[in-house]
């Protein structure tokens, strides 16, 4: 950078030196070339510097970044998380939800588990489920026992 300036100084020397009147259209053409072009070597000069920065910020941000990685990666952690979600088509648009399974840990409660993109329910731990499908049972067989009972 410090070369184009020199030689950008050079040729303004020239200029005056070879006394190109401003007041000719080669004179006030090459002046205005010289300004442009020392101009230019400006902003060439600020635009390497903000570059330099910026080279030394994502560096920065790629070694916190790999460190980061390293942290997570190498824990094994994110393997164990792979294996713990369920998988559950919803049966109002077909979206695929996935929870936890620990959220089904939750003894005593309930757990109703919704579609994110339609609301439905797509799971559901209601244990009064399990005590009405119990109950229908019992009433058909002793629907059935009646019925040979009267043969």
Known sequence: MRE?????AYLQGLAEGL????DTGEGRILGEILVILSEMADELEQLSEEH????EYLSAVDES????????YNDGEYLED???????????CGEKVYFEEDALDEE????EITCPNCGTIVFSTEEDDDIDLYEDIDEEEDECIEIEDEK
């Open 4 to 8: 184009l300036k020199e030689r950008i």
């Open 19 to 22: 006394e190109l009147k401003q």
């Open 52 to 55: 330099r920065e910026l080279e």
């Open 65 to 72: 970044l790999g460190e980061l990685e390293d942290d997570y």
């Open 82 to 92: 792979e294996e713990e979600y369920i998988e559950v088509d919803c049966p109002e």
């Open 108 to 111: 005593g409660t309930t757990v």
